[in-house]
């Protein structure tokens, strides 16, 4: 059986530049709909109101395993394929009070970074391994040591204040 949490993000593009933000991780819609009511009242966030996106995020499944070979760039982080998005009968997970949020960000050059979301894990020693696991794959072994693991508590939003 596969579990989910929701993502929340917002997402916008003026002319050519696409802005993304990460808003917080939830297991309540009702939580994920009170923080949405709360940030589009922010400055920034209130100019595109329409721009909240909601995601079901597959929890501890690997994202990029077989590495990678070339520069996607600061859109690679919120890198989801058609196949892996969720079916109707994924199973939104429970009792969770956090998550761990991989993530593996290199720079280029001093004005493009590397980004790409690695996966959501329900527990840190789980996130560990897949780091373990990653640094042996191409594009990751040249940079093994830009990984970073965030614990992020879940219904709680990460953006408090406007851009």
Request: proline share 2%; glycine share 4%.
């Amino acid at each position: 059986m596969k579990n989910f949490i929701y993502v929340l993000e917002h997402i916008y593009t003026v002319e050519s530049q696409t802005d993304y933000k990460l808003l917080g991780f939830f297991d309540d819609l009702k939580e994920l709909e009170k923080t949405i009511n709360i940030i589009s009242k922010f400055s920034g966030f209130k100019d595109y109101p329409d721009c909240f996106l909601v995601k079901k995020k597959e929890l501890n499944k690997i994202h990029w395993e077989t590495g990678f070979y070339t520069v996607v760039g600061e859109i690679g982080r919120n890198y989801l394929p058609e196949e892996d998005l969720l079916s109707e009968e994924a199973h939104i997970v429970q009792n969770l009070k956090s998550i761990f949020n991989i993530s593996h960000v290199y720079t280029v050059n001093s004005s493009l970074d590397d980004e790409r979301t690695i996966g959501v894990f329900s527990d840190l020693t789980k996130a560990e391994q897949v780091i373990d696991q990653l640094k042996k794959q191409p594009g990751f072994k040249e940079h093994p040591d830009d990984f970073i693991i965030d614990m992020v508590e879940l219904n709680e939003h990460l953006w408090t204040s406007g851009f």
